[in-house]
């Protein structure tokens, strides 16, 4: 049973959408979509990045990190990234993703944000997941909202973005099990 | 003397022999010893029993453009303090992290430190945002940022596993005064 809600059904995409771990061949796909404005614009991305860059991250992934890329009708249209962190924080990942500019508002986000949960309740045991958001990302902050991230600060000039530092959001959420039983823990 | 330290450290340092110095590869051993003290562990990340071998790789391969500082008192490092410089997107920010032998806290040795890394930053590094997380009861070190004009920007649920249970901290962040002041007129 998962704790989960099967949010991604409620939004059903149009095509037949794949959703598979990254390969070192994405590379090409994957900097495509994200030297996009739109893709630049929500992340933290810079301008004319090198496809060899984005290969030589893929080859190199932590074991503990997943990758998972959004393959519509055969194209690669999002992709999201979930970053184990170590130590004391071992508990926690960071959750980063994008989706093609063409593409957005057509529940590629919600799918790929619910296979990353499900993968990090059910099987990573992760209770911590967190994420920045710029404050003016509306369509982000829904996603985020819905899966049950909440606001946790307002990080001032915290990027740069389109000429100006900006501010970003933090969010977080935790596993619900775990925020239940919260008050037993030792 | 120069404005670097909006408010200056209101203690004055351990003792006049205090010296502030970057660190070096052979401070391995004394760094090691330091992050093992069960305050300074609680206060960081650190873990127990740190290996010698993890604080050296860690020495060899500080990146060249953050900034890593001891505080040495007649011959012993009794704190250290470092800024982490971002890269990217993220250039004009830095983490800080810092910490003080257990035996040695009160006595103004992390005012020295930071006192250091915030004039470094301020006026030779251009950081104009200077982050750092802390534990929500560690109300010395909330103070002491606080007096450096670090803000409480958010508070981060089950944050860190701290003595068997996961512990909340704040992010804290102070933005160089001159550019706050500017920040309106900023393209």
């Known amino acids: 049973m998962s704790p989960t809600p099967p949010i991604v059904e409620r939004l059903p995409v149009v095509g037949n959408l794949v959703l598979r771990a990254a390969s070192p ?15 630049l614009a929500g992340t933290l991305r810079q301008p004319f990045q090198p496809v060899e860059r984005t ?23 999002g992709n999201a990234v979930l970053d184990r962190h ?12 994008g989706v093609d500019d063409a593409y957005v508002g057509r529940g590629i986000g919600t799918a790929l944000l619910a296979a990353l949960i499900e993968a990090a309740d059910n099987w990573l045991d992760i209770v911590r997941l967190e994420l920045t958001v710029y404050p003016d990302n509306q369509p982000a902050l829904s996603l985020y909202k819905r899966f049950g991230f909440e606001h946790e600060g307002l990080h001032r000039a915290d990027t740069y ?20 039983s919260t008050s037993s823990h030792p | 003397m120069n404005d670097a330290s909006p408010c200056p450290p209101h203690k ?15 401070d391995a051993e004394a760094i090691t010893r330091l ?9 960081t990340l650190r873990q127990p029993f740190q290996r010698i071998d993890v604080t050296r790789k860690w020495l060899d391969a ?3 453009d953050g900034l890593h500082i001891v505080a040495e008192l007649r011959g012993e490092v009794i704190g250290n303090a470092g800024i982490d ?8 920010t830095a983490g800080i992290g810092m910490g003080v032998h257990d035996d040695h806290v009160g006595q103004g040795v992390g005012s020295a430190l930071l006192a250091a890394l915030v004039d470094a930053a301020d006026h030779w590094l251009d950081i104009v945002r200077l982050e750092l997380t802390v534990f929500t009861d560690n109300t010395p070190a909330i103070r002491l940022y606080e007096r450096f004009g670090f803000e409480r920007e958010g508070l981060h649920r089950a944050f860190a596993f701290r003595n068997g249970a996961y512990a909340d901290v704040f992010a804290m962040a102070r933005l160089r005064p001159d550019w706050a002041k500017s920040a309106d007129s900023h393209p």
């Not at chain 1, 170590?86 to 993703?97: E, N, T, Y």
């Open chain 1, 86 to 97: 170590g130590g004391r924080r071992r508990h926690v990942a960071s959750i980063g993703m």
């Open chain 2, 12 to 26: 004055p340092p351990a003792a006049a022999e205090l010296i502030l110095r970057a660190v070096r590869p052979d």
């Open chain 2, 85 to 92: 410089r971002h890269q990217g997107r993220r250039r004009h």
């Open chain 2, 62 to 64: 500080l990146p060249a």
């Open chain 1, 161 to 180: 973005r389109n000429g100006r530092y900006v501010d970003a959001l933090s969010m977080a959420r935790l596993r619900p099990d775990w925020v239940k």
């Open chain 2, 35 to 43: 992050a093992n003290l069960p305050g300074y562990r609680a206060g």
């Open chain 1, 55 to 77: 290969r030589s991250r893929l080859e190199n992934l932590p074991p503990d990190n997943l990758h998972v890329v959004a393959e519509l009708d055969g194209t690669i249209v």
């Open chain 1, 25 to 39: 061949d994405d590379a090409a796909a994957i900097t495509r979509i994200s030297n996009l404005p739109g893709y």
